[in-house]
Every structure is written in C-alpha cells, then in structure tokens.
C-alpha cells in the first residue's frame, strides 16, 4: 500500500489550497482515510477523516467550516479542501489509512482514536501560511 500526499505550498492569510492523498496498491473499500497534521514541535494532529465506502467524514472542531475532505473512488484519491487559511495552520500534512475490520467496521477519531492507530501513512505534503 502507498500513500502519497500532494498539494502543498506557501499561501497567504485566508488564501485556499487542495491537497490530494493518491491511494495505490490494494481495494480500499473497508479503509477509512485521514489527514493529520504536525507543525514544528507539536504532536501530530487530526484534523479529517473519511469512509472510503460510504464516504461519511468526521472533522477536528479546529477545521470544521473550512476543511472539506472528498474521494474519488475511481482516481483512488482522497481530497482535502483547505480554506480561509490561518498562520496556525502551518504544517506537514499527512495521510493515513486505517483498517477498519481491525476496530470491528469503525474508527472514531481523537480523542477516541489516534494517529497510530493508521496502518499506512504517506509522507507529508507541507502548508505554510503567511501573515
């Protein structure tokens, strides 16, 4: 399995940016996808998630009203529509997947959950925010 995320750039206050996570390697039905992300020494953080069947999403209180997480099942992608960027949101964003068989169908994110919890992570694409 390979995950590769893509999309990042330098933006500034309240600008948008797409990142896309390319999926590869494997059916992905029962995989729930999710972005997390780091900045500079911080912990990894959750910010969204989505059923790859199904498509229900679940989004960090932080990024609910600007973050729109999608797929595209035929492109084997996972999008994450980032707007009204904010300085704060500077980061390495990453995507995970998680197997969802292991939790019996489902996964809550953080606080129930959490980022080692992923099976499979690609490495980061990087988001910088200027004032």
């Known amino acids: 399995v390979q995950l590769q995320a893509c999309g990042g750039g330098l933006v500034q206050d309240g600008g948008s940016l797409r990142l896309s996570c390319a999926a590869s390697?494997?059916?992905?039905?029962?995989?729930?996808i999710a972005w997390f992300r780091q900045a500079p020494g911080k912990e990894r953080e959750f910010v969204a998630s989505?059923?790859?069947?199904?498509?229900?999403?679940d989004y960090a209180d932080s990024v609910k009203g600007r973050f729109t997480i999608s797929r595209d099942s035929a492109e084997k992608k996972v999008y994450l529509q980032i707007n009204s960027l904010k300085p704060e949101d500077t980061a390495a964003y990453y995507c995970?997947?998680?197997?969802?068989?292991?939790?019996?169908?489902?996964?809550?994110?953080?606080?129930?959950?959490?980022?080692?919890?992923?099976?499979?992570w690609g490495k980061g694409t990087l988001v910088t925010v200027s004032s």
């Open positions: 989505i059923t790859w069947s199904g498509g229900a999403t």
């Open positions: 995970g997947a998680i197997r969802l068989e292991s939790y019996g169908g489902r996964w809550d994110p953080p606080p129930c959950g959490n980022y080692s919890d992923m099976d499979y």
């Open positions: 390697g494997r059916t992905f039905t029962m995989y729930r």
